[in-house]
């Protein structure tokens, strides 16, 4: 008899939700380490959260709840298991083992779900399996990116698909391709061996940031900020840094990600419209988040081998984190930063930057060289933030009818209406 506990929510569709949220990467972990098949296992997750949301508002949530969607799955792989054995022995002996103490114990199909025993020692190395999984090199960004977002961070096609603006139908074709690809590739559930994992490492790091960063700012939308989406990926960070503990460009991420959302409640004012640093009330920054990532990066040093490159982001947002004002901002520091940054990450991106941080401290002639120098770069060609940049830059040195062509250029090419919105203020003002 399942034991139930009486929750607020009289459907019980909400406690679902949360259990999954938080448990669903253990659940998908547990299950391709019981199955050997990571794409068999984060089907047969799905199965178990769909007999939940039928199950748990008729009968209640059970006592064990990730228990329960852990147990459910495991039946329904001994079904399969058992479907193909017919056929193929390998699958005859994985039902045996699944259904009769093999490498799940303690547990047949006729159990409480509520019996069933999660391994201590193995939830860790379940979850960290997962996650380099998802971000394995052999799928496309889009395809770690939704498929990361999926099994490890617990969110639905639609979901991926509402914070990323594109079709549901794209998600799920992404998701389906992934697995498919890993399948074909034999890309095994482990966690990789320490001479291939810090080249997947990167991987993993640059699936994190891509979320974090188009939740940080929104490539596209009315919205400048998807916290939500932002805050999976601070999550999932903070997952990966716990797991692995001696990396310090793990570290470096976390830091970088929390002092940059520290800033998130004063870029934005009441009606949403962005709010430039220089008119950003710091007294709303989140002191809180800034003293984890200073952790963090204060982490991240200690290791002693050096800041990589999501380090040296940190230690520029440190910069910004710690200064009274933006005239009070050692914005020599920040240039050096750049400049080491741009020789470990060469990028274009990285060179715009450097040229702001340059026009606080040689001027904007000296910075618009920098600037002239970029004019040519795939990578910024359809870019906004290049004609943005100069229009500034063109502003402070008294050139408004360059500056105007510049920043109406940058608006042709935004596609956050938000950000448009405050190109055309900037174009405005200059009349």
């Given at each position: 008899m399942t034991t139930v506990i009486t929750v607020a929510d009289p459907t019980g569709r909400d406690a679902v939700a949360a259990v999954w949220r938080i448990e669903s990467a253990r659940i998908v972990g547990a299950l391709a380490r019981y199955t050997g098949d990571f794409a068999l296992a984060e089907d047969l997750a799905q199965e178990a959260l769909a007999e939940a949301l039928v199950s748990w508002p008729r009968d209640g949530v059970p006592r064990e709840p990730a228990g329960w969607?852990?147990?459910?799955?495991?039946?329904?792989?001994?079904?399969?298991?058992?479907?193909?054995?017919a056929?193929?022995?390998?699958?005859?002996?994985?039902?045996?083992?699944?259904?009769?103490?093999?490498?799940?114990?303690?547990?047949?199909?006729a159990d409480d779900p509520d019996d069933v025993l999660w391994d201590p020692d193995r939830i860790d190395d379940d979850v960290l399996a997962l996650i380099f999984t998802s971000c394995h090199p052999v799928l496309s960004r889009e395809a770690r990116v939704a498929l990361t977002l999926r099994v490890v961070g617990g969110l639905t096609s639609d979901e991926i698909a509402r914070a990323f603006l594109v079709p549901t139908a794209t998600v799920q074709a992404r998701i389906t391709r992934a697995k498919k690809t890993l399948g074909a590739a034999r890309v095994p559930f482990a966690v990789p061996p320490a001479e291939e994992r810090a080249e997947r490492l990167g991987s993993v790091l640059n699936v994190i940031y891509l979320v974090f960063t188009e939740g940080s700012t929104a490539s596209s939308g009315d919205d400048l900020l998807r916290l939500?989406?932002?805050?999976?990926?601070?999550?999932l960070a903070r997952v990966l840094a716990r797991l692995v503990d001696d990396e310090p460009d793990v570290h470096g991420l976390v830091a970088l990600l929390e002092l940059t959302a520290a800033r998130f409640p004063a870029r934005t004012g009441p009606d949403g419209a962005p709010v430039l640093l220089e008119h950003q009330d710091r007294r709303r920054w989140d002191v809180t988040a800034i003293r984890r990532g200073r952790a963090a990066l204060a982490r991240a040093e200690g290791l002693g081998r050096g800041l990589?490159?999501?380090?040296?982001?940190?230690?520029?947002?440190?910069?910004?984190?710690?200064?009274?004002?933006?005239r009070e901002t050692d914005w020599e520091r920040i240039v050096l930063l750049y400049e080491a940054l741009g020789r470990l990450a060469p990028s274009p991106v990285v060179d715009l930057n450097r040229a702001v941080a340059v026009s606080m401290t040689r001027?904007?002639?000296?910075?618009?060289?920098?600037?002239?120098?970029?004019?040519?770069?795939?990578?910024?060609?359809?870019?906004?933030?290049?004609?943005?940049?100069?229009?500034?830059?063109?502003?402070r040195l008294g050139r408004p009818d360059?500056?105007?062509?510049?920043?109406?250029?940058?608006?042709e090419r935004c596609g956050?209406?938000?950000?448009?919105?405050?190109?055309?203020?900037?174009?405005?003002d200059l009349a």
């Open positions: 969607l852990l147990t459910v799955g495991r039946r329904r792989a001994i079904d399969a298991f058992r479907r193909r054995s056929r193929d022995e390998r699958y005859a002996a994985l039902a045996h083992q699944l259904g009769e103490g093999g490498a799940v114990t303690g547990a047949g199909p939500d989406l932002a805050a999976e990926a601070q999550r990589g490159a999501y380090g040296l982001q940190a230690a520029i947002a440190e910069c910004h984190a710690v200064a009274p004002s933006v001027g904007p002639a000296a910075a618009i060289a920098i600037v002239d120098e970029l004019e040519g770069s795939p990578t910024l060609a359809s870019s906004h933030l290049l004609p943005s940049v100069r229009g500034e830059l063109l502003t360059e500056a105007r062509r510049a920043l109406e250029l940058a608006v956050n209406e938000r950000e448009r919105d405050l190109l055309r203020r900037k174009i405005a």
